[in-house]
C-alpha cells in the first residue's frame, strides 16, 4: 500500500516508518507525556515495529491514524487521529513534539495540515482534543489552528500529581 504524505515547506506529515522505532520508542516511553496522553506503561520496541508492520491505514478497521512529523527532513514528533468515526464524521487529535524542536511553530503547522487532510480527504466535520487545564501551551496552539473551547471536565484526567481537569476544544468546519 502507498504510504500516506502531507508535504510541506519546512514541515511534513508522513506515515511512521521503521527508522522511527527508536524515536518513537523515546516519545512514548517519556513518563512525562504519559499525564496528557492518557499512556500508563511503557511500549517495547517490539510492540513499535509489531505497530507499523501491522499498521494498513484502514481508518474503518483501526479507527486511528498516526503521522510522523517531520521538520527540514527531522523527525520532530507525531500527530495523531484518533477515534475516527465516520458514521458521526468526527475524529480526536493529539499531538506530541520533541522538546528539542518546540516553540518553533512545528505543531502549529502540523496541526493545520492535519486539519486540511480531515476535511478534504477524510470528509470528516469535526475534530476535537482534550487538553489538561495545566497545559497552556497545548490550548494556545489549539486556539490558534480555530477550535473553541466548548467545555470543562473537573477531575478528568489521572495524573502523578492527582486528577486534573481538562478543557475540550472543538473545530468544526
Known sequence: MEKLSLDGDSVRLRSPEMSDVDVLYRMENDESLWDVSCNNAPYSRHQLVKYIEESVHDLFAEHQIRFIIEYQGNVAGCIDLTDIDAVQSHAMVGIAVLPEYRHLGIAGAALGKLCDYAVNRLRLHQLAAIVPVC??????????????????????????????DVLLLQKIF
Open 135 to 164: 497545559n497552556e501551551y497545548s490550548h494556545k496552539l489549539f486556539l490558534s489552528a480555530g477550535f473553541s473551547q466548548s467545555g470543562r471536565m473537573n477531575d478528568w484526567m489521572w495524573t502523578c500529581n492527582g486528577y486534573a
